[in-house]
Structures are given as structure tokens and as C-alpha cells.
């Protein structure tokens, strides 16, 4: 399937959501709600997203349209990768989450392993900064940026929480099914290949 209607409906609604934040004209600020919408309307038919929870996604954010940002930590134990299982899909993926407000990049992805590992971690560096609209993950409101930081392992022991219902160090030839809407089998290749090589330059696309 052409995915581009993806793209042009993220820009639907920028343009709407930015003219929402800055228009005076009330006439401009009625057309600027009917574009986005459009855009709802056209993302809930495309992606098959309730139309009440893509009009939560695309109403409930305001002032200047910027890119999401998802931190997912890369956790080695003895050449093997730190896996959660995912609650909502049941596929699998590296820790990690929305970046909260207040919290550094390192600090995110140290707690988003204890919470959804139970292992603790120190972070080391950054790996890679990717465009998730140009890897091949499932169809998403939000335009989003990942950023993927190494992390070492300092303690902690395997454990659950309400996000996850299994945690485990898997060998990269043998990963299990991923929830492909965080993480893809190619990141994941990507991520071991900057890891082992302590010289390997941040990747930005």
C-alpha cells in the first residue's frame, strides 16, 4: 500500500494546529479546524483507529507542531539484548517510552528499564536518532523521532510491571516476535553493530 497519505495527513495536521495556535481571524480559525478534521477522518479510514482515539491523538496537542520523541534503552548482557513483552500487543521490544518532561534523555531510558525490567542501568551513549516514518513500522498518528542509548548493566533482577508481562536477554539470531510499532528487527541489528564498536559515530536519518 502507497503509505504517502500517511505523511500528507501528518501535515494536514501541522498546518492545522499550527494555524489554530497562531490565527486571529475567526473565519481562518474555522477553516483550520475543518482541516484538521479532514484529517482525522482521513487517518481513522486509513489506519483503522477508532475515530475517537485518533481525534484525541490530533486534538489533544497544541502550540507549534513538533515531532514526539520515543527513547528506547539497548541493554547487552554476554552478546544478548534486553527484551520487554509488551502488554498492549503482546510483541516484544527495548525498553522505553514517550521522553517525560523534566527528565534528560539518560535519565528516561535508566528508568524506563526499571520500570519495565526491574534491572537497574547506567547509560553510556547514543547511538542512533531515527525518522520513524522512513523504517518499516505499522502506520501512526504522531510523527516521531527514536532515540536508542546504550545503556550497561549495574543490578537489578528480572521483573514485570504494568506494561509488561515478560522480560529476557535474547540472542540477536534468535529474537522473538516484536512489537514491531516500537522497535524493528533491522533497529535492533543496527543498534548491536554501534554497540560493538566503541568508535562507531552517532546515527542520524
Known amino acids: 500500500m502507497d503509505m504517502r497519505w500517511l ?5 494536514m495536521q501541522a498546518i492545522s494546529q499550527i494555524g489554530l495556535t497562531y490565527s486571529k481571524d475567526p473565519f481562518d480559525l474555522e477553516r483550520f479546524e475543518q482541516l484538521r478534521e479532514l484529517s482525522v477522518e482521513i487517518m481513522a479510514a486509513y489506519s483503522g483507529l477508532d475515530i ?8 489533544g496537542d497544541t502550540g507549534y507542531a513538533t515531532p514526539k520523541v520515543d527513547i528506547r534503552a539497548v541493554v547487552l548482557k554476554e552478546g544478548r539484548i534486553l ?15 514517550w521522553a517525560d518532561i523534566g527528565l534528560t534523555p539518560r535519565e528516561i531510558a535508566v528508568k524506563e528499564v526499571k520500570e519495565e525490567s526491574g534491572y ?3 547509560s553510556v551513549r547514543l547511538l542512533a536518532v531515527l525518522d520513524r516514518s522512513r523504517h518499516p513500522h505499522p502506520p501512526h498518528a504522531n510523527y516521531i523521532y527514536k532515540m536508542f542509548i546504550l545503556c550497561e548493566l ?5 521483573a514485570t510491571s ?16 516484536l512489537s514491531t510499532d ?6 535492533i541489528a543496527l543498534m548491536l553493530k554501534l554497540a560493538a564498536d566503541d568508535n562507531s559515530q ?4
Not at 475517537?52 to 486534538?59: E, H, I, K, N, S
Not at 549495574?154 to 528480572?158: M, P, S, T
Not at 516500537?182 to 533497529?187: G, L, W
Open 7 to 11: 505523511e500528507w495527513v501528518q501535515k
Open 52 to 59: 475517537q482515539q485518533v481525534t484525541g491523538l490530533f486534538a
Open 83 to 97: 527484551l520487554v513483552k509488551e502488554n498492549s500487543d503482546g510483541g516484544w521490544a527495548l525498553p522505553g517510552g
Open 120 to 122: 537497574d542501568v547506567r
Open 154 to 158: 549495574i543490578g537489578g533482577e528480572a
Open 162 to 177: 504494568i506494561e509488561t508481562s515478560g522480560v529476557g536477554f535474547f540472542d540477536p539470531d534468535q529474537l522473538p516476535g
Open 182 to 187: 516500537r522497535v524493528t528487527e533491522s533497529q
Open 202 to 205: 552517532t546515527v542520524l536519518d
